[in-house]
């Protein structure tokens, strides 16, 4: 079964909009840890928020916040006021433990589009 | 602060030959490397874990006598691909995490192209 599952291949927003990311996770660790990262064509992986299992708070850094519902075991990415640099693959990456090692499973991405 | 890079960004190799990839890690000490592969409009596939001055760990299905990983210090860890193949084309991207933090920090990837 897929870990990290985004149900979006590509998404439209318009500048100065919010657009929601979806990204739902699959899990029986207690202790996992949630990132999105940002990757232009460039191809660069840019990391934009963490979020921890533990965390009571949800996660915020500047224009992006994670609107994490534990019990749905989701972990969307919000970015608000658009702007066109935002257009991007955006990915969903869950840290999990496997054979003593830390490591990240990534969805299969989101591809979002901001037009003027 | 966290920045990893790689070199180079881009190679072309001619099929059985064998080429290497850096990953820095510039301001900081990189206990824990990864390797990932990416093929086009497709996610990220780990494909190793290395630890500075230990074994790599391989996933499964990558080949570990073909895709060589050296974790020579706490700054640097290479990628060898050898006697690549048109098959192996792909890019290529490593990421970096300080001692027990959690994020990865990634480099920019580089692209080889096997003719």
């Known amino acids: 079964a897929q870990k990290i599952t985004q149900t979006q291949p590509g998404m439209f927003v318009q500048e100065k909009e919010a657009v929601t990311l979806d990204c739902t996770y699959d899990t029986s660790d207690p202790s996992y840890g949630l990132f999105w990262y940002k990757q232009p064509s460039s191809g660069e992986m840019i990391f934009l928020i963490y979020q921890g299992s533990y965390d009571q708070q949800n996660a915020t850094e500047g224009r992006y916040s994670l609107n994490f519902q534990k019990a749905r075991k989701s972990a969307n990415l919000v970015i608000s006021a658009s702007q066109l640099g935002d257009s991007a693959m955006y990915f969903c990456a869950m840290r999990e433990v496997g054979r003593g090692f830390q490591k990240l499973v990534f969805g299969t991405g989101t591809r979002l589009l901001v037009s003027p | 602060g966290a920045v990893v890079s790689q070199h180079p960004s881009r190679v072309i190799c001619k099929s059985g030959t064998s080429v290497k990839i850096e990953c820095r890690s510039l301001?900081?000490?990189?206990?824990?490397m990864f390797w990932y592969r990416q093929f086009p409009k497709q996610s990220l596939m780990l494909m190793a874990t290395?630890?500075?001055?230990?074994?790599?760990?391989?996933e499964q299905g990558v080949e570990k006598d073909k895709f060589l990983i050296n974790h020579a210090s706490l700054t640097l860890s290479t990628l060898t691909v050898t006697s690549a193949h048109p098959e192996d084309s792909s890019f290529y991207i490593c990421s970096a995490r300080q001692g027990g933090a959690d994020t990865q920090y990634f480099g920019p990837g580089t692209r080889l192209t096997v003719l």
């Open positions: 290395s630890n500075e001055g230990s074994k790599a760990t391989y």
């Open positions: 301001d900081f000490q990189a206990t824990t």
